[in-house]
């Protein structure tokens, strides 16, 4: 940015929203709420495994709102991309825990297999989501009900694909030994692997977020999401732009399944199919294309979960689909969808 | 010195459309039109509602191809051109409906047009900020707050900081008070001193003070053309085309 833009820094900036800080105020109420029946020290590791849980949610769930919300393309390829990712980190953990790197790797070893495993997964996951855009997206825009079909039909594919290279059988995820155990701080015991899913939830929410609000790249997307044709008129090339985001979202799936492998210790060529149920009630509580609905819904699901499941067990797995079913009566669009 | 001698003009023109047709759906929009327009000047569109002005615009972006007949731009064929193409040939577009993007700030919007953001396109903000103050005063607030013919405004501000070397601009009054018409017609007398203006227009109040040259289109094809100070005088041909007594 230019001094120029600097000297402009204090133009009109919008008036607080005070339905938002009620908002904010009730949330906040509702997340304190399970302190009434559960000690602080639980509720605090109940608090982390939820976080934790949340960020695994987020990162199964950003790259379809990316898609769905940018492109307006129902992709429920996300799961194969998903279970891509999750495959793809297993055979980087297995080719690196042959260089002693993974059961038995020191700290840097343990934090370097993993982020092998996640680039790797990137690139694969990447280059999926190219291939499925230009074969079959770019010729169905503005088609959802195709869009269902077609990427159902990929999804299928991709499945059989890793059955194929993979086997039909659960696997065994190694996890690097790094991340085996807990922390116990003051009594507040945190799974070691849950603090390295905050760490890379965070840094991918605050990194897409950095390109969609802070970059060029990330103004000419909103601007594309908005109206196509004038960002072409512009100079643009959008099919290119979009064709980028689709690989972006495929690649943010497969780390998401990489991630959730790890944390599961086993992946199975189903995975995608299972996983993507939860990423859609992601999305459709945090609103379609609302990265940051999309953050806080994931956050909402894992926090309840967990308490849920210490004072309730027998509904905890019902809880996701209760918050959804309240969210769509009260909010049909989502926490900060668009109306 | 005339820059028209029997229908032609006498220098190259930067834009040329020669026989071009274009449909929408089944609808044969445009049925050949012949245009040349020259370098420095701001010409005009005129013509009753649905005569192809903005088709014709949307054609030469390449936004409703032209099924027939060609479109060059400085000399180059630009017919089969996708819309970013001419666009990065230096052809900026405002169209009808302003098309600002309204999740966007001001701010954004402009740097959305600033095809390669450089120190010569922030600069050009200074001249854009003394046409349109306003815009500054809004500069961090989202383009969808802004009132019509602020919209308008950044619009066509927009336009003008891409550098263009031709800028089809359509119907910048549809919808603006007078007293904004007017200090739209003031900011594109500055912006044409700068670069080629095409302009679409059913406001001839505002076509006769910002246009130089003049092409009445109807039914699809262009059936007059010429200088605006020779039509402004003209109230035979005002009333046959345009419908003004």
């Known amino acids: 940015m230019t001094s120029q833009t600097a000297s402009l820094a204090g133009g009109e900036k919008p008036a607080l929203d005070m339905k938002q800080v ?22 605090m590791v109940l608090t982390v495994a939820g976080v934790a849980m949340g960020m695994l949610l987020f990162l199964t769930a950003v790259g379809l709102t990316i898609i769905f919300g940018l492109m307006d393309v129902l992709n ?63 010729k169905i825009y503005g088609d959802h009900l195709k869009q269902i079909l077609i990427t159902v039909g990929a999804s299928m594919i991709m499945a059989e694909i890793i059955k194929v290279i993979w086997g039909p059988n659960q696997e065994v995820m190694l996890v690097p030994a790094a991340f085996t155990g807990s922390y ?35 103004i000419i997307i909103r601007a594309g999401v908005e109206n196509r044709e004038v960002v ?29 492998g790890i944390f599961r210790e086993q992946i199975n060529p189903a995975m995608g199919e299972e996983n993507l149920i939860f990423a859609l009630i992601v999305v459709i509580i945090g609103g379609m294309g609302s990265v940051t609905g999309s953050f806080l819904s994931a956050m909402m699901v894992g926090l309840a979960f967990n308490y849920v499941a210490f ?29 | 010195m005339p820059i028209w001698e029997g229908g032609c003009p006498m220098t190259e023109p930067i834009l040329e459309l020669s026989g071009v047709h274009t449909f929408i759906a089944q609808h044969h929009i445009l049925q050949g039109v012949d245009m040349a327009v020259l370098p420095g000047r701001a010409t005009v569109l005129l013509g009753r509602n649905g005569a192809g002005k903005s088709t014709t615009m949307r054609t030469v972006m390449g936004l409703t191809p032209a099924s027939k007949g060609g479109i060059r731009l400085d000399g180059e064929d630009i017919t089969k051109a996708r819309p970013y193409e001419v666009a990065q040939a230096g052809v900026g577009f405002v169209p009808e409906d302003q098309a600002v993007i309204y999740s966007l700030s001001v701010e954004e919007n402009f740097r959305l047009a600033m095809l390669n953001e450089n120190d010569d396109s922030w600069k050009r903000m200074d001249t854009i900020f003394e046409l349109f103050p306003a815009l500054k005063k809004f500069w961090r607030s989202k383009a969808g707050v802004l009132s019509g013919g602020q919209k308008q405004m950044l619009a066509i501000a927009r336009a003008f900081v891409g550098d263009h070397k031709l800028l089809l601009i359509d119907e910048p009054s549809k919808g603006l008070a007078p007293i904004v018409v007017d200090q739209l017609i003031d900011s594109l007398n500055h912006i044409a001193g700068h670069t080629t203006i095409i302009l679409v227009e059913q406001n001839f109040h505002m076509a006769s003070h910002v246009g130089s040259e003049y092409f009445i289109l109807d039914d699809g094809h262009v059936v007059h053309q010429g200088l605006m100070e020779a039509l402004v005088d003209d109230h035979e041909l005002k009333q046959k085309y345009l419908g003004i007594a």
Request: no cysteine; hydrophobic share 65%; glycine share 12%.
């Open chain 1, 232 to 260: 072409q008129a512009l100079g643009y090339n959008i099919t290119r732009i979009f064709t980028g985001v689709f690989a972006a979202g495929a690649a943010l799936a497969a780390v998401g399944g990489s991630m959730w």
């Open chain 1, 184 to 218: 116990d701080i003051a009594d507040v015991v945190i799974n070691k692997f849950r603090v390295a899913a905050i760490v890379v939830g965070a840094a991918v929410y605050t990194g897409v977020m950095a390109v969609l609000l802070k970059t060029k790249l990330g």
């Open chain 1, 76 to 138: 429920l390829a996300h799961g194969a991309f998903f279970a891509w990712g999750a495959y793809v980190g297993f055979t980087i953990l297995g080719a690196l825990n042959g260089l002693g790197w993974v059961e038995t790797g020191t700290l840097a070893q343990s934090i370097l297999s993993v982020a092998i495993s996640l680039a790797v997964a990137l690139v694969v996951g990447g280059l999926w989501g190219l291939v499925v855009e230009r074969l079959i997206i770019s």
């Open chain 1, 22 to 43: 009620a908002f904010w105020v009730v949330a906040g109420g509702i997340w304190l709420l399970p302190l009434i029946w559960i000690d602080p020290t639980i509720y």
């Open chain 1, 311 to 339: 004072l309730m067990p027998k509904l905890a797995l019902g809880v996701n689909i209760l918050i959804m079913a309240i969210i769509l009566l009260i909010r049909p669009w989502g926490l900060l969808g668009k109306e």
